[in-house]
C-alpha cells in the first residue's frame, strides 16, 4: 500500500476500517455459519478471499483499498468460526480427537505459512504486483477445490421444545 501512494494514517484507517467490519459482522456471520452450512462459510470466505487479492492487487487509491478489506474482513470473519466448528465435527465423525485434529491443522498451516513465505520472498524480488496474483490464483483453486471436495459436517440438532419451535 505504500508503495501505491498511501500514507501511513491512510493505512491505519484502513485497518481501522477492517476491524469495525469484523467486529460488525461477527455475530451474523457465525450465526449463519452454525444455522445454515460450514461448508458454505468456508467457500464464501475463500471467495471474499480471492476478490480481496485482486482488489489489493489493482488498487491505486485510499477507497480502492478500503474496498478490497472489506473483503478481507468478510472473509476473515467467515472463516474465523466455521473452520474450527468443521475440524471439531470431523473429528466427532472419525472418533478421533479434536485436539489431535485442532492440532495436525495447525501444524500443516504453520508448515504451509514456511514454506509459501520463502517462495514469496523470492517472487518478491522480481515484482510485488506477482504475488498477489499468484495468490489469489491459489485461493480461487481453494475456492474450486472446497465445492468439490469439502463435507459439510454439521453438528447433532437439538430437538426444540414446542413451546419456542417457529
Do not use: C, H
Request: charged letters at 15%.
Amino acid at each position: 500500500m505504500l508503495e501505491k501512494g498511501l500514507t501511513l494514517i491512510d493505512i491505519g484507517i484502513i485497518k481501522s476500517f477492517q476491524a469495525f467490519v469484523m467486529m460488525a459482522t461477527d455475530i451474523p456471520l457465525g450465526y449463519f455459519a452454525d444455522r445454515k452450512s460450514y461448508k458454505i462459510s468456508i467457500i464464501l470466505a475463500a471467495a471474499f478471499a480471492v476478490t480481496w487479492l485482486f482488489f489489493i492487487s489493482i488498487s491505486t487509491s485510499f477507497y480502492g483499498f478500503l474496498l478490497a478489506e472489506l473483503f478481507n474482513a468478510l472473509s476473515l470473519t467467515l472463516i474465523a468460526g466455521a473452520y474450527n466448528a468443521l475440524l471439531v465435527q470431523y473429528a466427532k465423525t472419525k472418533i478421533t480427537s479434536p485436539k489431535k485434529v485442532l492440532g495436525s491443522s495447525s501444524q500443516y498451516n504453520y508448515i504451509g505459512m514456511f514454506v509459501f513465505s520463502l517462495i514469496g520472498a523470492y517472487f518478491a524480488d522480481y515484482s510485488s504486483q506477482y504475488i498477489w496474483y499468484i495468490s489469489a490464483f491459489l485461493m480461487l483453486m481453494t475456492t474450486i477445490f472446497s465445492l468439490f471436495f469439502l463435507d459439510d459436517l454439521k453438528g447433532e440438532k437439538e430437538e426444540k421444545s414446542a413451546f419456542f419451535y417457529f
